[in-house]
């Protein structure tokens, strides 16, 4: 693998709401840890209890929260944590605007466009503070910079995360939008692999880890390295879980603990990661995408969990200016950060 980077609509989710019981059946895998002595069964019998609910298979992307709940910190708080797996922002989304104490994870576009259609949810924090989102190519196609892209076929998933990403891109570096070839795809890797595509817009835990997986040589270019500097995913909760807010401010807290312990000893963590992802992926290749994903999780100066508004604001721009969304959202409605800076506190207190 080698990375080319410089240096210096309403029913849409009404659907997806009332399609969500149906889901939950067929999701992919529950994470679910019973290693409780009796007494931390009682206190986590009478502690908060949250459903995180993600938008993809627990992979090393949830690490830390993986070793936060292993490692007994969300206990430690009073909060009792399920974590369950999903496949896509709507199913996410669904899950949150149908319960009160679901925290979901999902794309911030995703989000946007299901707060501009009326859901009630409120994001709070960052999973990660900047989007993973690159273009892959298989080797030995040439990647270096945007104007490789012209003249090719560009794939990517349906929604507005990798559509807002790539018109982005596509204005901040002058490209000439007839000599780009953009294809929304339901699998868009598989028809890079089957030379269907020339370059997959996607996800460095997503595409980027299958590829991995699959020991397939590419090369990737990353839109930040060009201007895009684009929201990463968010945890968002239902409105009313904001009357709980000091149980989402020690969900951050420990999250973020987990994330510290996750990267303190590789020989420790690393194991606990493989023992608890699905599809399973070999130790190397988790230590591998656990240091490149660090980038995306903490960018410099930045710290877990934070939610960069000019980031937000800058994306909500994007999507009205390709008709993803219809109407502004009232950001100081839809985003919350008064949860991040009482954890920051709480954590600057304790040390």
Not at 82 to 92: H, L, P, T
Not at 164 to 192: G, H, W
Request: one cysteine or more; proline letters at 5%; charged letters at 20%.
């Amino acid at each position: 693998m080698t990375r080319a980077r410089p240096t210096c609509a309403a029913r849409f989710v009404l659907r997806a709401v009332a399609s969500f019981g149906l889901r939950c059946t067929s999701a992919v895998f529950v994470l679910v840890w019973t290693t409780l002595s009796p007494s931390q069964g009682a206190e986590l019998a009478t502690s908060l209890q949250y459903t995180l609910k993600l938008n993809r298979t627990i992979s090393p992307a949830a690490a830390g929260m993986i070793l936060a709940v292993s490692d007994g910190l969300f206990t430690r708080v009073g909060l009792g944590l399920r974590v369950v797996a999903g496949s896509g922002d709507e199913e996410a989304i669904a899950a949150v605007a149908a319960d009160e104490n679901a925290i979901g994870v999902a794309s911030a576009a995703a989000f946007l466009k299901a707060r501009s259609q009326g859901l009630p949810i409120v994001a709070f924090a960052g999973c990660y503070a900047a989007s993973p989102v690159e273009f892959f190519t298989l080797a030995p196609a040439r990647l270096l910079q945007p104007s490789d892209l012209e003249g090719k076929r560009i794939g990517f998933k349906r929604g507005p995360e990798l559509a807002a990403v790539f018109y982005e891109f596509v204005a901040k570096n002058s490209l000439a939008q007839s000599k780009l070839v953009p294809i929304e795809s339901d699998e868009p890797l598989q028809d890079l692999l089957d030379r269907k595509i020339d370059v997959v817009l996607g996800r460095l835990d997503l595409e980027g880890q299958e590829l991995a997986r699959r020991n397939i040589e590419y090369k990737s270019l990353s839109p930040a390295s060009y201007g895009v500097h684009a929201a990463g995913p968010v945890y968002f909760v239902h409105e009313r879980a904001l009357g709980k807010r000091g149980g989402l401010e020690r969900f951050i807290t420990a999250t973020a603990e987990g994330w510290n312990a996750a990267y303190a000893d590789y020989d420790r963590t690393i194991p606990i990661i493989a023992n608890t992802i699905d599809p399973p992926l070999s130790l190397s290749l988790i230590a591998r995408l656990m240091d490149a994903q660090r980038v995306y999780l903490r960018p410099y100066g930045t710290r877990f969990g934070e939610l960069d508004e000019r980031r937000i604001r800058s994306l909500q721009t994007q999507l009205l200016r390709v008709r993803i969304l219809q109407e502004p959202v009232d950001l100081t409605r839809a985003v919350n950060y008064d949860v991040l800076k009482a954890a920051y506190r709480s954590e600057a207190k304790s040390q």
